[in-house]
């Protein structure tokens, strides 16, 4: 069985406070971009393995997110073995959200091959044990998020008239870090509102509090964004802690790639 774990974008990302447990309050808006996506495949194996291909990934396989998900599953209803074969398209430490994706895929996957039964509410508790942004990939439909990015309510944004274009520059921004450096605050904007403005609007309105702490670091972020803009985007943010940026487009230049050769990761 194949599914193709797909990335997402944030529109907007406040940090609000800081928790007792050490992580943190946030308000973002989850926007899924299902044209840019991993390849997972699993079927039955005489032991549980996992292979890779595409992008290098990150760490030692037995602590990738997928047998972690699997796992989960497989101590609650007592699974065979199975292998994995993870081809990597979205690069990690992105802000993309692709090992999250992958996670998530992976428990509706085996829910569905081994005909488990569980819901979409069941499968977004497993999830939280995963990740924070991993339950929103189990519905995997545009979603405004508080708590630590875990508690979603839909809401009706749609992008399908713009061109959504996502660069990632040649550097990988680690979460931890990105947290370390910023500092709480109240937003100024209620991201809940989004969708009664039109995206022009958002530019002055809308930003993601990890920029102020990760440009100062990373500047040719700062300039792939502003790029963007340069470039005839309505709106452009960097998604996530980064290093990738997106801008949304009514059209784009006609020599687009020959204006950024290198580092365009999507479009569409």
């Known amino acids: 069985m194949i599914v193709f774990p797909n990335a997402k974008i944030n529109i907007g990302l406040h940090v609000v406070s800081r928790r007792p447990d050490g992580y943190h309050n946030l308000e973002t808006l989850f926007y899924p971009v299902v044209q840019l996506a991993d390849a997972l495949e699993m079927a039955e194996a005489n032991e549980t393995r996992i292979s890779f291909s595409g992008l290098p990934v990150e760490g030692p396989p037995e602590e990738n997110l997928?047998?972690?998900?699997?796992?989960?599953?497989?101590?609650?209803?007592?699974?065979?073995?199975?292998?994995?074969?993870?081809?990597?398209?979205?690069?990690?430490?992105?802000?993309?959200g692709g090992g999250s994706s992958d996670a998530a895929f992976t428990l509706k996957m085996v829910n569905l091959f081994f005909q488990l039964g569980l819901n979409k509410e069941q499968l977004k508790k497993f999830a939280t044990k995963l990740g924070a942004d991993c339950p929103f990939f189990i519905e995997n439909q545009p979603a405004f998020a508080t708590g630590i990015g875990d508690r979603l309510s839909p809401v009706k944004i749609d992008l399908s008239d713009y061109r959504i274009v996502i660069l990632k520059p040649d550097v990988s921004v680690n979460t931890a870090a990105a947290y370390k450096?910023?500092?709480?605050?109240?937003?100024?904007?209620?991201?809940?509102?989004?969708?009664?403005?039109?995206?022009?609007?958002?530019?002055?309105l809308v930003v993601n509090d990890f920029e102020r702490s990760v440009f100062p670091r990373f500047p040719e972020i700062e300039k792939w964004k502003e790029k963007l803009f340069e470039l005839g985007a309505e709106y452009a943010s960097m998604s996530g802690s980064g290093s990738a940026v997106?801008?949304?487009?009514?059209?784009?230049?006609?020599?687009?790639?020959?204006?950024?050769?290198?580092?365009?990761?999507?479009?569409?």
């Open 66 to 96: 997928v047998l972690k998900a699997f796992r989960l599953l497989k101590n609650e209803f007592n699974l065979p073995e199975v292998q994995f074969h993870l081809h990597k398209v979205i690069p990690t430490g992105a802000g993309l």
């Open 181 to 204: 450096n910023i500092v709480p605050s109240k937003p100024g904007f209620q991201l809940e509102r989004l969708s009664q403005l039109p995206v022009a609007e958002w530019k002055e």
């Open 246 to 268: 997106f801008g949304l487009f009514r059209q784009l230049p006609t020599d687009f790639e020959k204006i950024i050769p290198q580092g365009i990761l999507f479009s569409r």
